[in-house]
């Protein structure tokens, strides 16, 4: 399965996002991000899923699970791009808002990014994107229980982000991080809830 086939760090996607800013000058919709990131980006859009349940906003790990799940079963079923319903796809904000936005994720981007290359990467190719894809279906359908776990969300979407940005950077020691950070979020939510 292929993804993330032209991004290799984080600052190419910021670049990216930047460009499809660029070309709007009214609003940019998720779908105008996109078409510019492209449709077989499976890894950015886990990492900005899995950035959202840090926020403690009531509701928000369902939806999330939600999306989550739809994207990884495409991933599953080796799909050439990700579809997402409109309503996901258009919602939209200022160019100047995202350009600020990307602005100020730069630093931090490149910090990340002196960590990140290509490496045990049969953890983050091939098969073992069919367990990735697997395992953040998993997260997914418990993302609602963990609205009565609190901070588990956290775990999760840390879990979901890792993964994205493992797929985008072929690095299979950050999968087997997420992998880590999924059984101890795992742990937390069964030990909560019995």
């Known amino acids: 399965m292929s993804t993330d086939r032209d991004l ?10 930047e460009e499809a800013a660029g070309r709007n000058n009214e609003q940019i919709s998720l779908g105008n ?4 990131v492209g449709r077989r ?12 349940p840090i926020a403690p906003i009531p509701g928000i790990p369902t939806i999330i699970g939600a999306i989550v799940i739809l994207i990884s079963v495409q991933m599953l079923f080796q799909k050439n791009y990700f579809w997402l319903p409109d309503w996901i796809l258009n919602r939209s904000l200022k160019p100047d808002k995202l350009t600020k ?7 931090p981007a490149r910090f ?3 960590f990140m290359k290509p490496r ?6 091939g098969f073992a994107t069919y367990v990735i894809a697997g ?3 998993l997260i997914a359908a418990v993302m609602p229980l963990m609205e009565m776990v609190p901070f588990s969300a956290v775990g999760a979407g840390a879990a979901l982000a890792v993964f994205g940005l493992s797929l985008i950077t072929r690095d299979g020691l950050l999968a087997l991080i997420a992998f880590a950070v999924t ?12």
């Open 8 to 17: 290799k760090n984080l600052n190419e996607l910021l670049d990216k996002i």
């Open 33 to 36: 991000i996109l078409d510019v």
């Open 41 to 52: 980006s499976f890894g950015p859009l886990l990492l900005v899923t899995g950035i959202i």
């Open 101 to 107: 936005m990307v602005d100020w994720l730069r630093r």
């Open 112 to 114: 990340i990014d002196g």
């Open 120 to 125: 045990l990467t049969r953890f983050s190719t």
């Open 135 to 137: 395992t953040c279906i």
């Open 183 to 194: 059984a101890l979020t795992a742990t937390l939510v069964i030990s909560s809830l019995l």
